[in-house]
C-alpha cells in the first residue's frame, strides 16, 4: 500500500512547561519591572510641576527592586553562591540584570540624598536599562518558544512602565495630589503603546508551538484582564478624570490599581503559563518504512 | 583538534534503556534524574503510524545558548567540544535549561532516594557537590580523558567511551571525533543523510540521527 511521506518537520517530543522557575521569578521580573518603571514615571512627572512622589520613588523604587532579587535568590539551588552572579556581565543578561539593579539602587539612593537633575537622569536610565535587561533575560531563553522572541525586552519595558505609572497615580493619590494635567495624556499614550506592543507580542508568530504556547494569553480570560482590565478600562478611567474632575481622584487611583493589577497578571501567564519548552522536532522523517 | 559527538541510528535502537540504565549508574545520578532518556514515540494517524525510539540526551552543541547565558561562568565548553557543568561555581538558576531547546539539563535539588532511606549504594554513590545545582550530560568526560591519558581511543576503545554507547545493545549509539575523518561517526555522516534535532535553533548539535 502506498503512502504519503510525512511533511516535515515532524513534532516527536511535544512541549512541555517548564518548571524551574515559578512564582519567585514572576515576583523578580514584576517588581523589578514596578520599581524600575515607578522611579521612571515619577521622575518624568516631577519635569512638568512638583511632584513629591519621586523622593518616595528614589526609595520604594529599589526596595521594590531588592525584594524582588531576594524572592528570586530563594529560587536557586545555591543561594549562598549569588555573588557570582555578577561575574559574566559580558555574556549574560542576568549578571548584567543584577548589576543594573545596583547601579539603580546607588543612583536613586544619590538622587534621595543630593536631589540632582543629573543622578535622577542616570538613575533613570539605569531603571530602563534594568526592565530591559529582564526583557532580554526572557529573550534569550532559546528553549522556551513563547519568550524567544525578539520583541520580548520592548514587552518588559512597556510592561514596567504601565505598571511604573499605575503605582505614581496611587502614591500621588495617597498624598493627597492629582497628578500634573499634563501627565494623563502622556498616561493614555503609554497604555496605547502598551497594548499595541502586548498585541503585536501575541501575533509574534505563526508557529504552531508558539500560537500553543501563548493559547493562555490569548483566551478571552486573558484578554478580559490584561487587555481589558489591564489597559481599556484604565484609559477610560484617564479620560474620565481629564473629562470630569469632580471624578478624577477615584478614577485614577482605580487607573493605577487596574494598571498594577493587569500587568502582574501578565507577567504571571507570561512566565507560568506560556512558559513552555521547546517541541523536540526532526525534519525528513518517512512514514512509510514497513508497511506493506 | 577533536571535536567528540555521537551518531544515534533510531533504525536501530529496540528502546530498551540500557543507555538509561547505564548512564544512572555510571554518574550515580540519584532516583527521578536521567541525563539521557529513550523517547518511545507515535507519529503519525493510522495507518500511516509509526513507532521511533529516540535516545535524547545533551546535544554537546558546537554553539551552546546554555553558556553563555550563565551568570556565574559555570557552564562550559572545552575545545573538543564538550559542555559540562562546573558545579563548584554554579547556583542553579536554571537559566541554562531555559536556554536549551534540547530539554537536557536537570538541576537536582535534593537527592532523592527510591526508599525511606538511602541504601548502602545510594549511600556509596552520592554526590553531595551535585546538589543544588544544574546537571547533564558530559559525554563521560571522565572515561574519555583517562582513556585517552592512558593512549585509549574513544569510541574505539570502551574503556574510553561514554557508558551509553558501551552499553548499547543494539550498537545504535556510536561515539568518535568529528575533527578525524576516518573516524566511525564521520564516516556514518558522510553521506549527509545524517539529521540533526532543530537545526533551525542554529546550536550546531554534535549528534546526529540516522532515520529512514
Given at each position: 500500500m502506498?503512502?504519503?511521506?510525512?511533511?516535515?518537520?515532524v513534532?516527536?517530543?511535544?512541549?512541555?512547561?517548564?518548571?524551574l522557575w515559578?512564582?519567585?521569578?514572576?515576583?523578580?521580573?514584576?517588581?523589578?519591572?514596578?520599581g524600575?518603571?515607578?522611579?521612571?514615571?515619577?521622575?518624568?512627572?516631577?519635569?512638568f510641576?512638583?511632584?513629591?512622589?519621586?523622593?518616595?520613588?528614589?526609595w520604594?523604587?529599589?526596595?521594590?527592586v531588592?525584594?524582588?532579587?531576594?524572592?528570586?535568590?530563594?529560587e536557586?539551588?545555591r543561594?549562598?553562591?549569588?555573588?557570582?552572579?555578577?561575574?559574566?556581565?559580558?555574556?549574560?543578561?542576568?549578571?548584567?540584570?543584577?548589576?543594573?539593579?545596583?547601579?539603580?539602587?546607588?543612583?536613586?539612593?544619590?538622587?534621595?540624598?543630593?536631589?540632582?537633575?543629573?543622578?535622577?537622569?542616570?538613575?533613570?536610565?539605569a531603571?530602563?536599562?534594568?526592565?530591559?535587561?529582564?526583557?532580554?533575560?526572557?529573550?534569550?531563553?532559546r528553549?522556551?518558544?513563547a519568550?524567544?522572541?525578539p520583541v520580548m525586552?520592548?514587552?518588559?519595558?512597556?510592561?514596567?512602565?504601565?505598571?511604573?505609572?499605575?503605582?505614581?497615580?496611587?502614591?500621588?493619590?495617597?498624598?493627597?495630589?492629582?497628578?500634573?494635567?499634563?501627565?494623563?495624556?502622556?498616561?493614555?499614550?503609554?497604555?496605547?503603546?502598551?497594548?499595541?506592543?502586548?498585541?503585536r507580542?501575541?501575533?509574534?508568530?505563526?508557529e504552531?508551538?508558539?500560537?500553543?504556547?501563548?493559547?493562555?494569553?490569548?483566551?478571552?480570560?486573558?484578554?478580559?484582564?490584561?487587555?481589558?482590565?489591564?489597559?481599556?478600562?484604565?484609559i477610560?478611567?484617564?479620560?474620565?478624570?481629564?473629562?470630569?474632575?469632580?471624578?478624577?481622584g477615584?478614577?485614577?487611583?482605580?487607573?493605577?490599581?487596574?494598571?498594577?493589577?493587569?500587568?502582574?497578571?501578565?507577567?504571571?501567564?507570561?512566565?507560568?503559563?506560556?512558559?513552555?519548552?521547546?517541541?523536540?522536532?526532526?525534519?525528513?522523517?518517512?512514514?512509510?518504512?514497513?508497511?506493506? | 583538534?577533536?571535536?567528540?559527538?555521537?551518531?544515534?541510528?533510531?533504525?536501530?535502537?529496540?528502546?530498551?534503556?540500557?543507555?538509561?540504565?547505564?548512564?544512572?549508574?555510571?554518574?550515580?545520578?540519584?532516583?527521578?534524574?536521567?541525563?539521557?532518556?529513550?523517547?518511545?514515540?507515535?507519529?503519525?494517524?493510522?495507518?500511516?503510524?509509526?513507532r521511533?525510539?529516540?535516545p535524547?540526551?545533551?546535544?554537546h552543541?558546537?554553539e551552546?545558548?546554555c553558556?553563555?547565558?550563565?551568570?556565574?561562568?559555570a557552564?562550559?565548553?572545552?575545545?573538543?567540544?564538550?559542555v559540562?557543568v562546573?558545579?563548584?561555581?554554579?547556583?542553579g538558576?536554571?537559566?541554562?535549561?531555559?536556554?536549551?531547546?534540547?530539554?537536557?539539563?536537570?538541576?537536582?535539588?535534593?537527592?532523592?532516594?527510591y526508599?525511606?532511606?538511602?541504601?548502602?549504594?545510594?549511600?556509596?554513590t552520592a554526590?553531595?557537590?551535585?546538589?543544588?545545582?544544574?546537571?547533564?550530560?558530559?559525554?563521560?568526560?571522565?572515561?574519555?580523558?583517562?582513556?585517552?591519558?592512558?593512549?585509549?581511543?574513544?569510541?574505539?576503545d570502551?574503556?574510553?567511551?561514554?557508558?551509553?554507547?558501551?552499553?548499547?545493545?543494539?550498537?545504535?549509539?556510536?561515539?568518535?571525533?568529528?575533527?578525524?575523518?576516518?573516524?566511525?561517526?564521520?564516516?556514518?555522516?558522510?553521506?549527509?543523510?545524517?539529521?540533526?534535532l532543530?537545526?533551525?535553533?542554529?546550536?550546531?548539535?554534535?549528534?546526529?540521527?540516522?532515520?529512514?
Open positions: 502506498a503512502t504519503m511521506p510525512q511533511p516535515a518537520p513534532e516527536l517530543i511535544p512541549a512541555e512547561p517548564q518548571r515559578g512564582t519567585p521569578a514572576v515576583a523578580n521580573f514584576f517588581l523589578g519591572g514596578l524600575a518603571g515607578l522611579y521612571i514615571a515619577a521622575a518624568l512627572a516631577a519635569r510641576g512638583p511632584a513629591p512622589s519621586v523622593r518616595i520613588a528614589s520604594l523604587g529599589p526596595a521594590l531588592l525584594v524582588g532579587f531576594a524572592a528570586v535568590a530563594t536557586s539551588g543561594p549562598m553562591r549569588g555573588a557570582r552572579v555578577l561575574w559574566r556581565i559580558r555574556t549574560s543578561w542576568m549578571s548584567r540584570e543584577l548589576w543594573l539593579g545596583g547601579a539603580f539602587v546607588l543612583l536613586a539612593a544619590a538622587d534621595l540624598v543630593f536631589p540632582l537633575a543629573l543622578h535622577r537622569v542616570q538613575a533613570s536610565v531603571a530602563a536599562l534594568l526592565a530591559l535587561a529582564q526583557g532580554f533575560i526572557v529573550r534569550r531563553s528553549g522556551v518558544t519568550w524567544d522572541v525586552p520592548v514587552v518588559f519595558l512597556a510592561s514596567a512602565l504601565v505598571s511604573g505609572a499605575g503605582l505614581y497615580f496611587m502614591i500621588e493619590l495617597s498624598l493627597g495630589r492629582l497628578p500634573e494635567a499634563v501627565v494623563l495624556p502622556a498616561v493614555v499614550g503609554l497604555l496605547a503603546a502598551g497594548l499595541v506592543v502586548w498585541l507580542y501575541l501575533a509574534w508568530s505563526g504552531p508551538a508558539f500560537l500553543e504556547a501563548v493559547r493562555a494569553l490569548r483566551d478571552a480570560r486573558a484578554a478580559r484582564l490584561i487587555i481589558g482590565g489591564g489597559y481599556l478600562a484604565p477610560a478611567l484617564v479620560v474620565l478624570a481629564r473629562v470630569v474632575p469632580a471624578a478624577a477615584p478614577a485614577l487611583y482605580l487607573a493605577g490599581a487596574l494598571m498594577l493589577a493587569g500587568q502582574l497578571y501578565a507577567k504571571t501567564l507570561v512566565i507560568l503559563k506560556a512558559g513552555m519548552l521547546r517541541p523536540i522536532t526532526l525534519g525528513a522523517l518517512r512514514l512509510d518504512r514497513r508497511l506493506p | 583538534m577533536t571535536r567528540w559527538g555521537m551518531v544515534i541510528d533510531v533504525r536501530r535502537c529496540v528502546g530498551c534503556q540500557t543507555c538509561t540504565i547505564a548512564c544512572m549508574q555510571e554518574h550515580g545520578l540519584p532516583a527521578g534524574t536521567a541525563w539521557r532518556f529513550v523517547a518511545d514515540i507515535e507519529i503519525g494517524e493510522y495507518p500511516n503510524v509509526r521511533l525510539f529516540l535524547m540526551q545533551c546535544m552543541c558546537a551552546p545558548p553558556v553563555p547565558v550563565c551568570p556565574t561562568g557552564s562550559r565548553q572545552r575545545d573538543d567540544g564538550i559540562f562546573h558545579y563548584d561555581a554554579c547556583v538558576c536554571g537559566y541554562c535549561a531555559m536556554a536549551c531547546p534540547y530539554h537536557a539539563r536537570h538541576l537536582v535539588h535534593a537527592a532523592d532516594g526508599f525511606e532511606s538511602p541504601t548502602l549504594s545510594e549511600q556509596a554526590r553531595p557537590e551535585r546538589h543544588g545545582v544544574m546537571t547533564k550530560c558530559t559525554f563521560c568526560k571522565e572515561r574519555v580523558d583517562d582513556g585517552r591519558s592512558r593512549g585509549l581511543t574513544p569510541g574505539v570502551p574503556e574510553a567511551t561514554p557508558m551509553c554507547s558501551v552499553a548499547c545493545i543494539a550498537d545504535a549509539i556510536v561515539f568518535g571525533d568529528f575533527d578525524d575523518q576516518s573516524s566511525r561517526v564521520s564516516q556514518m555522516i558522510a553521506d549527509g543523510k545524517a539529521q540533526l532543530m537545526p533551525e535553533c542554529g546550536t550546531q548539535p554534535s549528534v546526529y540521527y540516522l532515520t529512514d
